[in-house]
Nanobody
Framework: QVQLVESGGGLVLPGGSLRLSCVAS????????MFWYRQTPGKEREQIAR???????TYSDDARGRFSISRDNAKNTVYLQMNSLKPEDTAVYYC???????????????WGQGTQVTVSS
C-alpha cells in the first residue's frame, strides 16, 4: 500500500503565503510524477501543478506566477509554495502521485486525503 499525507493548510489573509507538503510512504518502487490539485464545493477537482521526477514543473493558468511546486526525491515529498493568495484560492488541496509498487507492472495514481486552505480576512 501507498499513503500520501498532506500538511500545511490553514487560514491565511489575502496576499499571504502558505507552504503545503505531502509525504509519500509505503510500498514504493518508483515514485513518478507528483501533482497538486484543488477542489471547491460543486466544482470538479482541478490540477494546478505537476512536477516530474527530474523536477520539471508545469502549472495551471491560475497557479502560474504565484505558486511553485518542488520535490525532494530523497524524502518522497512534494511541496507547493503559494504566494499572493486570493480568496478564490480557498479550496481543499490534494496531492497525488504516480507510483509503481514493488511487484507491480504499472504505475497507479494515488491520492492524499486533502488539506483545507482558506484565504479570508
Amino acid at each position: 500500500q501507498v499513503q500520501l499525507v498532506e500538511s500545511g493548510g490553514g487560514l491565511v489573509l489575502p496576499g499571504g503565503s502558505l507552504r503545503l507538503s505531502c509525504v509519500a510512504s509505503g510500498n514504493i518502487f518508483v515514485l513518478g510524477a507528483m501533482f497538486w490539485y484543488r477542489q471547491t464545493p460543486g466544482k470538479e477537482r482541478e490540477q494546478i501543478a505537476r512536477v516530474a521526477t527530474g523536477g520539471f514543473a508545469t502549472y495551471s493558468d491560475d497557479a502560474r506566477g504565484r505558486f511553485s511546486i518542488s520535490r525532494d526525491n530523497a524524502k518522497n515529498t512534494v511541496y507547493l509554495q503559494m504566494n499572493s493568495l486570493k480568496p478564490e484560492d480557498t479550496a481543499v488541496y490534494y496531492c497525488s502521485a504516480d507510483v509503481k509498487e514493488r511487484g507491480s507492472w504499472d504505475s497507479i495514481r494515488h491520492w492524499g486525503q486533502g488539506t483545507q486552505v482558506t484565504v479570508s480576512s
